[in-house]
């Protein structure tokens, strides 16, 4: 993914933490960079295990305030409710014309993880396409806006689309940055070691492309280069 410092990156979740879990450190970076960036949740985590609504909302805002991103909060029908509706894909069309998104992320549309991650996947994908289409009544107080590139993340190791090959970022130097990140999210610590789970993915990830720790995007389409001698590297060492 090649951004500019006047990048805009709508983040889509369908929970809170998804977007931190999934691609924090890739944000951080981007933060660090100049990129605009803005934090999308599609529920209040209402049927989590641990956390009630109003606390998974507070850590959010300070997650979000953490990596520098705005923040907003949008009712897809609530957690564990969520599917890849007409409506709902409009809504998200309508913060995407709204931020001038040109860099959209949301979770990878693999089947075996949460519904909501992959509802959420699917409805991100549709409202790319509405945003830019001028005729749509629903969205005709916004101007019609067209992203660049839409790329997904994997919340979950399962999640990674096993047939696609991967944007791989070097993260190392976001790794702590990325902890602090993770773990504004404390009320979902309790049960699973979640910040565990994604430091040694980015670990190994990282070591397989030769750097301390990395993260991975999945591209929704090809990507355009100007030539062999401008494309990136393979991270294949051994």
Not at 16 to 45: M, N, Q, T, W, Y
Not at 205 to 219: I, N, V
Not at 224 to 235: C, D, K, M, Q, Y
Request: glycine share 8%; hydrophobic share 40%.
């Amino acid at each position: 993914m090649s951004v500019s410092k006047e990048t805009t990156i709508l983040a889509v979740g369908a929970h809170p933490d998804d977007i931190e879990f999934g691609c924090g450190a890739i944000l951080l970076k981007e933060a660090e960079a100049g990129s605009r960036i803005h934090f999308l949740v599609c529920s209040k985590g209402e049927s989590g295990s641990n956390g009630t609504p109003e606390e998974r909302v507070a850590e959010s805002e300070a997650a979000a305030a953490r990596c520098g991103a705005s923040l907003s909060f949008l009712d897809c029908g609530g957690d564990g409710r969520i599917v890849a509706s007409p409506r709902n894909a409009m809504e998200v069309a309508r913060v995407i014309r709204a931020t001038g998104a040109s860099v959209l992320l949301a979770p990878s549309r693999v089947e075996n993880q949460h519904p909501d991650h992959v509802a959420i996947g699917k409805v991100a994908m549709d409202a790319a396409r509405l945003a830019r289409y001028a005729g749509v009544s629903d969205l005709a107080e916004l101007k019609p806006h067209a992203i660049e590139s839409l790329y997904f993340y994997a919340i979950t190791p399962g999640a990674e689309p096993a047939a696609q090959l991967p944007f791989v970022f070097d993260v190392s130097l976001q790794i702590e940055a990325w902890r602090e990140l993770m773990s504004c999210h404390q009320s979902q610590m309790k049960t699973r070691r979640y910040l565990d789970l994604q430091v040694s993915r980015a670990r190994t990830l990282g070591l397989q492309a030769g750097c301390e720790y990395a993260q991975a995007l999945w591209p929704n389409d090809p990507v355009l280069v100007n030539g062999l001698n401008s494309a990136p590297r393979g991270i294949r060492l051994f």
